[in-house]
């Protein structure tokens, strides 16, 4: 998946579009989270929604992988 999502972040950056006010380039920001059978639909979503604020907060075509191993009381 991470292989994957760093193919669409160069895809994405590479292809710059046009609009009448110009031309525009895009990035993305990708969180992902290994579904292992140990975590609740909830932990989990709320790990890769972590993940991809932190990819945003580094300035776009990044990618960050959340730990998937369970935190002290889950």
């Given at each position: 998946?991470?292989a994957?999502?760093g193919r669409?972040?160069?895809?994405?950056a590479?292809?710059?579009?046009?609009t009448?006010?110009?031309v525009?380039?895009?990035?993305l920001?990708?969180?992902l989270v290994?579904?292992n059978g140990?975590?609740t639909?909830?932990d989990?979503?709320?790990?890769?929604?972590t993940?991809?604020?932190q990819?945003?907060?580094h300035?776009?075509?990044?990618?960050?992988v959340?730990?998937?191993?369970p935190?002290e009381?889950t």
């Open positions: 998946a991470q994957a999502a669409l972040c160069s895809l994405v590479a292809h710059p579009f046009a009448g006010k110009g525009f380039s895009l990035s920001s990708v969180g290994e579904i140990r975590l639909v909830d989990l979503l709320s790990r890769v929604d993940a991809m604020y990819a945003k907060g300035g776009g075509n990044d990618i960050v959340a730990s998937s191993r935190t009381g």
